[in-house]
């Protein structure tokens, strides 16, 4: 709260010089520029290291933080592609449909237990065009058909999982090529191929974000989508493009999990959708759009990666750890909008 | 080209007509270049449409246009910018969680040719567009930081850079700009205003300028030439040095000059009804005590960040404070919510008049009724009749045009909206305290005489008002006391019963 307090003082006396000098420019004091509320989640994450650290030693050794690099990978996948779809005021539900109908399309057309097919890298590149053709799915029917993203994408998600399910079958296709199989997990640099990609991904999020129109136009069109209009940006066809980009992203997920289980299950992005929409909106990205970043998500992902891995390494009992979680998502979220809401401000 | 005397713009005989309404009656202007053309009007007048003829949303029934003698129509709003001309709307254009370079790239997204700084594939060269934002804004003669996000900046740097981008575009054209600046003042603080007038003198110097307003010193301190508008026509035009404001207030409302006495000031006033004592929320105003007394209209002027916005909405129980007290008619109130506020008989206007003030899709009769509860209203139980009888009363009493209570409060006109926004608080029995805040933004000259005749008739019953002025002459016409507000706290206060300060007396206290 000082933290804020502090800011609008500082604001104010930049916008009182600025009057008396009139003309004279602004420049922000290097105080200024920094973002306290972007902050405030990041610090969150290192009192809870801290914290864990000191309640089990095993928390802050090398196994651990490798397990935690792998159980944030495919979130931190998905969070990037939410970011954006966040950034610009939509949501995106059916990511667990896209994982499970691009999981099982890569499981059935790679060497599996159920067919003969055997294709290989043409398998991963078919899971992601299923993906993409399923984000630029939602993205139409949001903007074509002006239905609002939330009911699009909670209709493309069941029909992702219709999709998987029939793809499914009768039998659990499992994962036969040796190569695929172990990939995931695999370090030939002392880290998984997996965190590697969403290491990959993540940089590219944040090029996209600072460096390209898909990004900056995101962000325009959750400041005011009328507005962005007005300003000649093609509001619709970016949102497709944005909604494909998250497609593409859960296809990416859906891969990386069913390369990790080993076979291809409808299940494969069970409870990814609530994790990674808490992750990002934890990491300070406003729902309502125009505000956060990829690199918030990123700290958002690691603050509930880590209080899982640390609530289990505790020795808190599995009954209470999607309790717990949740309470320290709704504090997160509390705290995290505290500056944004007046009391006139309409929440909805 | 051909000769030096061409006028940069000239409409003859335009006519425009929406059904069977003229918006625009056989009306001729002209604009030489580096020209400044004043266009004054009430509402309804026909400027905006105007406005729009030229920007090319909308195309004339007949008449001729005519840009840089060449007879031009213009079928889209692009039209308007190959021709050289540049519209700074009267809403914000920005994206305030952009950078100010990436604003002005967009503003010039819509004009052919080559865009630089942002290639192919939609990847962006920043250095380029910071660079391609100085040059445009240093045109212009701004310093304003090309790195900067919008929303750090204040509103007249905003402003600037709407200006920017609007000569941006017209220059593209390889012309001399023509410049429409519509209403570019509404929500800026005197001394902005200030700014934004020689910027003006300076917009002269690239091209022509088309300076709408409502406010008539302002138009007549920066234009060379004034038309008048009222109902589709060209009423008058003036030179600016041979006019005074009390005959354009005339030629605009068609109506006798307005008086300029302040009544207020000779009201006797009655017991203290407002009373506050070293009231402060950090941040944002300190230790500010005062009284409002039965009768009196206390008028707070201060620029952005003067604290006096967030004062008045502590006092109605809208935003917090940290410490301090305030009583209504005696009785103290140490934390205010708006359910209380208005129990106790505050109102307040909140200066969002289309966002906070009213129900957009409730009828008139709706919005009368939100605040207090009047006759045909039993608690959850509500009688349409009965309330439409009583509020035909209200409606007639305020003068509220047409005198529908059923019509959607969205169709009113601003000033129309505004009676009814103030009718809602002022029709409670007995009213004590009303926080005004802007309640004159954005209303032409005629229906801000009307709410300010409002104002002071509640004044006259007994209420006690706080009135946040847009400007001082605001302040110093309706006002029995003015307060001065800068960085959150009281810099002067005035009885204007005993001595009327000088304008530069105040703006002294607020810089």
Redesign the interface.
Same mark, same amino acid.
């Given at each position: 709260m000082s933290d804020t *307090?502090?800011e609008?003082?500082v !604001?104010?006396r930049l916008?009182?010089t600025?009057?008396?000098a009139?003309?004279?420019?602004a420049?922000?004091s290097p105080l200024h520029r920094i973002n306290w509320p972007t902050l405030g989640p990041l610090i969150a994450l290192v009192v809870i290291s801290i914290a864990f650290t000191f309640i089990n030693s095993s928390f802050a050794t090398w196994s651990n933080m490798r397990a935690i690099l792998d159980q944030a990978s495919i979130p931190l996948v998905l969070a990037m592609g939410a970011t954006l779809v966040i950034l610009m005021g939509s949501i995106d539900l059916s990511i667990q449909g896209v994982m499970a109908a691009s999981g099982l399309t890569f499981v059935l057309l790679s060497a599996n237990s159920v067919n003969g097919n055997e294709f290989g890298i043409g398998a991963i590149i078919a899971g992601l065009v299923v993906g993409v053709i399923f984000g630029a799915f939602s993205g139409i029917i949001h903007t074509k058909l002006r239905i609002p993203s939330f009911m699009a994408t909670l209709g493309v998600w069941y029909i992702g999982l219709g999709v998987a399910t029939v793809l499914f079958g009768d039998t659990v296709p499992e994962l036969e090529d040796a190569g695929l199989l172990s990939w995931a997990n695999a370090t030939p640099l002392g880290i998984a191929n997996g965190v590697l990609v969403a290491v990959a991904v993540v940089i590219i999020a944040v090029l996209i974000m #600072?460096? =390209? =129109? $898909?990004g #900056?136009n995101a $962000? *325009?069109i +959750? *400041? !005011?989508e009328n507005? *962005?209009r $007005?300003? =000649?940006?093609p509001v619709n066809r970016y949102k497709i493009y944005v909604f494909t980009f998250a497609g593409l992203l859960s296809g990416v997920a859906g891969i990386l999990g069913t390369m990790r289980i080993g076979n291809g299950i409808v299940e494969v992005g069970s409870g990814q959708l609530f994790f990674t929409t808490a992750a990002v909106v934890v990491g300070g990205t406003l729902l309502s759009g +125009? #505000?956060g970043g990829p690199l918030r998500s990123v700290v958002g992902v690691f603050l509930l990666t880590v209080i899982n891995n640390g609530l289990i390494l505790s020795g808190a009992s599995p009954v209470y750890q999607q309790l717990i979680a949740g309470i320290v998502i709704v504090t997160a979220v509390v705290l995290a909008g505290l500056r944004q809401r =007046? #009391? $006139?401000r309409i929440i909805k | 080209m051909t000769v030096i005397t061409e006028n940069t713009l000239e409409l003859v005989d335009v006519t425009k007509t929406f059904g069977s309404m003229k918006a625009l009656d056989s009306v001729n202007i002209r604009v030489a270049p580096h020209e400044v053309v004043g266009l004054i009007g009430e509402n309804g007048a026909g400027k905006s449409t105007l406005l729009k003829l030229l920007a090319g949303v909308h195309q004339q029934n007949s008449g001729e246009l005519i840009i840089r003698g060449q007879k031009q129509r213009m079928k889209a709003p692009s039209d308007g910018a190959n021709l050289g001309i540049g519209v700074v709307h009267q809403e914000q254009s920005l994206i305030v969680n952009l950078t100010v370079a990436e604003n002005l790239h967009l503003g010039s997204a819509g004009t052919p040719g080559e865009k630089r700084g942002v290639n192919r594939l939609g990847l962006y060269n920043w250095a380029e567009l910071n660079r391609q934002a100085e040059t445009a804004l240093r045109r212009i003669g701004s310093s304003i930081d090309p790195t900067t996000i919008v929303e750090d900046l204040s509103f007249t740097d905003r402003q600037m850079v709407e200006i920017a981008k609007a000569v941006q575009v017209a220059e593209h054209s390889g012309a001399e700009p023509l410049l429409i600046l519509d209403e570019p003042t509404a929500i800026l603080e005197p001394q902005e205003t200030e700014i934004l007038e020689r910027e003006v003198a300076r917009l002269k110097q690239l091209g022509s300028v088309i300076f709408v307003s409502h406010r008539l010193q302002e138009v007549l301190r920066v234009s060379d030439r004034i038309y008048v508008l009222r109902h589709g026509r060209v009423v008058g035009e003036r030179n600016s040095k041979d006019v005074v404001e009390e005959e354009l207030f005339q030629l605009m409302t068609g109506r006798e000059s307005r008086q300029t006495a302040n009544e207020a000031v000779g009201r006797t006033l009655g017991r203290q009804v407002l009373s506050v004592q070293g009231l402060t929320r950090r941040g944002h105003f300190r230790d500010v005590s005062f009284s409002i007394r039965a009768g009196e209209v206390c008028a707070f002027v201060g620029a952005n960040g003067s604290g006096r916005d967030e004062l008045a909405r502590a006092l109605f129980g809208a935003e917090p404070f940290d410490s301090g007290t305030f009583s209504v008619d005696g009785r103290p109130a140490r934390s205010m919510r708006i359910r209380r506020a208005i129990r106790s008989a505050v109102a307040y206007l909140p200066s969002e008049r289309k966002t906070e003030g009213m129900v957009a899709g409730l009828s008139v009769s709706e919005n009368l009724t939100l605040a207090h509860p009047v006759d045909g209203q039993n608690g959850p139980i509500q009688l349409p009749g009965k309330r439409r009888a009583a509020m035909r009363r209200w409606i007639a009493k305020m003068d509220v045009r047409p005198a529908d209570p059923d019509i959607d409060i969205a169709r009113l006109s601003g000033g129309n909206q505004q009676k009814v926004v103030l009718g809602k608080w002022f029709l409670a029995k007995k009213l004590k305290v009303a926080i005004l805040d802007h309640p004159l933004r954005g209303l032409d000259p005629g229906a801000k005489e009307s709410v300010a005749q409002l104002i002071a008739e509640a004044a006259a019953a007994g209420c006690a008002i706080m009135l946040l002025a847009d400007t001082l002459e605001e302040a110093l016409g309706n006002g029995n006391s003015i307060i001065v507000m800068k960085d959150g706290t009281i810099t002067e206060r005035h009885n204007l019963a005993e001595r009327i300060p000088a304008l530069a007396e105040l703006v002294e206290g607020m810089v």
């Amino acid at each position: 709260m000082s933290d804020t *307090a502090h800011e609008t003082v500082v !604001d104010q006396r930049l916008e009182a010089t600025h009057h008396c000098a009139h003309q004279v420019n602004a420049k922000p004091s290097p105080l200024h520029r920094i973002n306290w509320p972007t902050l405030g989640p990041l610090i969150a994450l290192v009192v809870i290291s801290i914290a864990f650290t000191f309640i089990n030693s095993s928390f802050a050794t090398w196994s651990n933080m490798r397990a935690i690099l792998d159980q944030a990978s495919i979130p931190l996948v998905l969070a990037m592609g939410a970011t954006l779809v966040i950034l610009m005021g939509s949501i995106d539900l059916s990511i667990q449909g896209v994982m499970a109908a691009s999981g099982l399309t890569f499981v059935l057309l790679s060497a599996n237990s159920v067919n003969g097919n055997e294709f290989g890298i043409g398998a991963i590149i078919a899971g992601l065009v299923v993906g993409v053709i399923f984000g630029a799915f939602s993205g139409i029917i949001h903007t074509k058909l002006r239905i609002p993203s939330f009911m699009a994408t909670l209709g493309v998600w069941y029909i992702g999982l219709g999709v998987a399910t029939v793809l499914f079958g009768d039998t659990v296709p499992e994962l036969e090529d040796a190569g695929l199989l172990s990939w995931a997990n695999a370090t030939p640099l002392g880290i998984a191929n997996g965190v590697l990609v969403a290491v990959a991904v993540v940089i590219i999020a944040v090029l996209i974000m #600072r460096f =390209s =129109s $898909l990004g #900056r136009n995101a $962000l *325009a069109i +959750g *400041a !005011d989508e009328n507005l *962005a209009r $007005l300003n =000649s940006i093609p509001v619709n066809r970016y949102k497709i493009y944005v909604f494909t980009f998250a497609g593409l992203l859960s296809g990416v997920a859906g891969i990386l999990g069913t390369m990790r289980i080993g076979n291809g299950i409808v299940e494969v992005g069970s409870g990814q959708l609530f994790f990674t929409t808490a992750a990002v909106v934890v990491g300070g990205t406003l729902l309502s759009g +125009g #505000r956060g970043g990829p690199l918030r998500s990123v700290v958002g992902v690691f603050l509930l990666t880590v209080i899982n891995n640390g609530l289990i390494l505790s020795g808190a009992s599995p009954v209470y750890q999607q309790l717990i979680a949740g309470i320290v998502i709704v504090t997160a979220v509390v705290l995290a909008g505290l500056r944004q809401r =007046s #009391r $006139l401000r309409i929440i909805k | 080209m051909t000769v030096i005397t061409e006028n940069t713009l000239e409409l003859v005989d335009v006519t425009k007509t929406f059904g069977s309404m003229k918006a625009l009656d056989s009306v001729n202007i002209r604009v030489a270049p580096h020209e400044v053309v004043g266009l004054i009007g009430e509402n309804g007048a026909g400027k905006s449409t105007l406005l729009k003829l030229l920007a090319g949303v909308h195309q004339q029934n007949s008449g001729e246009l005519i840009i840089r003698g060449q007879k031009q129509r213009m079928k889209a709003p692009s039209d308007g910018a190959n021709l050289g001309i540049g519209v700074v709307h009267q809403e914000q254009s920005l994206i305030v969680n952009l950078t100010v370079a990436e604003n002005l790239h967009l503003g010039s997204a819509g004009t052919p040719g080559e865009k630089r700084g942002v290639n192919r594939l939609g990847l962006y060269n920043w250095a380029e567009l910071n660079r391609q934002a100085e040059t445009a804004l240093r045109r212009i003669g701004s310093s304003i930081d090309p790195t900067t996000i919008v929303e750090d900046l204040s509103f007249t740097d905003r402003q600037m850079v709407e200006i920017a981008k609007a000569v941006q575009v017209a220059e593209h054209s390889g012309a001399e700009p023509l410049l429409i600046l519509d209403e570019p003042t509404a929500i800026l603080e005197p001394q902005e205003t200030e700014i934004l007038e020689r910027e003006v003198a300076r917009l002269k110097q690239l091209g022509s300028v088309i300076f709408v307003s409502h406010r008539l010193q302002e138009v007549l301190r920066v234009s060379d030439r004034i038309y008048v508008l009222r109902h589709g026509r060209v009423v008058g035009e003036r030179n600016s040095k041979d006019v005074v404001e009390e005959e354009l207030f005339q030629l605009m409302t068609g109506r006798e000059s307005r008086q300029t006495a302040n009544e207020a000031v000779g009201r006797t006033l009655g017991r203290q009804v407002l009373s506050v004592q070293g009231l402060t929320r950090r941040g944002h105003f300190r230790d500010v005590s005062f009284s409002i007394r039965a009768g009196e209209v206390c008028a707070f002027v201060g620029a952005n960040g003067s604290g006096r916005d967030e004062l008045a909405r502590a006092l109605f129980g809208a935003e917090p404070f940290d410490s301090g007290t305030f009583s209504v008619d005696g009785r103290p109130a140490r934390s205010m919510r708006i359910r209380r506020a208005i129990r106790s008989a505050v109102a307040y206007l909140p200066s969002e008049r289309k966002t906070e003030g009213m129900v957009a899709g409730l009828s008139v009769s709706e919005n009368l009724t939100l605040a207090h509860p009047v006759d045909g209203q039993n608690g959850p139980i509500q009688l349409p009749g009965k309330r439409r009888a009583a509020m035909r009363r209200w409606i007639a009493k305020m003068d509220v045009r047409p005198a529908d209570p059923d019509i959607d409060i969205a169709r009113l006109s601003g000033g129309n909206q505004q009676k009814v926004v103030l009718g809602k608080w002022f029709l409670a029995k007995k009213l004590k305290v009303a926080i005004l805040d802007h309640p004159l933004r954005g209303l032409d000259p005629g229906a801000k005489e009307s709410v300010a005749q409002l104002i002071a008739e509640a004044a006259a019953a007994g209420c006690a008002i706080m009135l946040l002025a847009d400007t001082l002459e605001e302040a110093l016409g309706n006002g029995n006391s003015i307060i001065v507000m800068k960085d959150g706290t009281i810099t002067e206060r005035h009885n204007l019963a005993e001595r009327i300060p000088a304008l530069a007396e105040l703006v002294e206290g607020m810089v």
